[in-house]
């Protein structure tokens, strides 16, 4: 399941100024199609993903890990994902360490 | 337990060669008095280091309950790992210094090439080995030079990436 309007939101917070067309031709998605969706019309799978990879341009550091983790950890290996767990484990450690230390 | 940060190994090789004060440490590792001190907080709290005569000095006794498993494999491989990326990170392979440097070769090995390359391994691990670990009385524990050294092939690196 996944929110049209709750995506087309953050899209319009994001890049917020475009026109139609301007999106139109940066999804791929048909101009008229674009107006629908952004009038409450639910999207369809292949326009969620396009407009989710266009957000996800836009995020940087750890919001864009985030994001990143929340599209494709499915795809992940359970021992990479424990080898990356055990990784940002050590890493939280070392940075506890030198915020309260200093460096 | 787990396993050991580097940080917390720097910290250990600096007390294995006698008790000594913050400021010391802070000194002889060249880490800001502040990182220091939150650094023996933690290992304190673990029981690893104790506090006596205004020095800390390593807590052997329950040191050597962590030490098996500070030595298993997996342990030693993610402190390798973060040597590693801190040798990465601080992009030696493009500003090599006389001190620090990565160097990686991708070459085919006849068999003639490879008994070759072995016997010069061998001399460099003899001489590595014949060079002290522990520091001479000036010489300070920032100042340990850490060597890599290994190889493998295309194949075994390709199957370790797939099979993730």
């Known amino acids: 399941m996944f929110s049209s309007q709750k995506i087309v939101n953050d899209f319009k917070d994001e890049y917020s100024g475009l026109s139609y067309r301007e999106i139109a031709a940066m999804t791929g998605i048909q101009m008229t199609r674009v107006f629908r969706i952004f009038n409450q019309q639910e999207m369809r799978v292949s326009e969620y993903e396009r407009f989710k990879q266009l957000l996800l341009q836009k995020k940087t550091g750890a ?41 | 337990m787990g396993s050991l940060l580097f940080l917390e190994r720097a910290l250990l090789e600096s007390l294995s060669t006698g008790a000594k004060s913050a400021r010391e440490m802070s000194m002889d590792l060249n880490f800001s008095l502040p990182l220091v001190n939150s ?22 006794e329950s040191l050597s309950h962590c030490l098996n498993e500070w030595n ?11 040597i590693l990326d801190g040798m990465v990170d601080h992009n030696p392979m493009n500003f090599p210094s006389e001190t620090s440097f990565l160097k990686l070769r991708k070459i085919y090995f006849t068999d ?8 010069q391994l061998v001399n460099l691990e003899k001489f590595l080995e014949s060079l002290p670990a522990k520091p001479r009385r000036s010489e300070k524990t920032c100042d340990k030079t850490i060597f890599f050294w290994g190889m493998t092939n295309y194949k075994t690196v390709l199957k370790s990436i797939l099979i993730r």
């Open chain 1, 63 to 103: 919001a864009r890990l985030l994001e990143l983790l929340n599209q494709y950890a499915i795809f992940l290996s359970p021992s990479f994902t424990r080898r990356m767990e055990r990784y940002l484990e050590r890493e939280i450690k070392i940075a506890d360490l030198t915020k309260k230390g200093g460096r």
């Open chain 2, 72 to 82: 298993q494999p997996e342990s030693l491989s993610w402190e390798a790992r973060e």
């Open chain 2, 39 to 60: 650094i023996l907080f933690n290992m304190t709290k673990k029981n690893m280091v104790k506090f006596m005569g205004e020095k800390y000095l390593i807590n052997r």
């Open chain 2, 112 to 119: 003639r090439d490879l008994a070759l390359f072995k016997a």
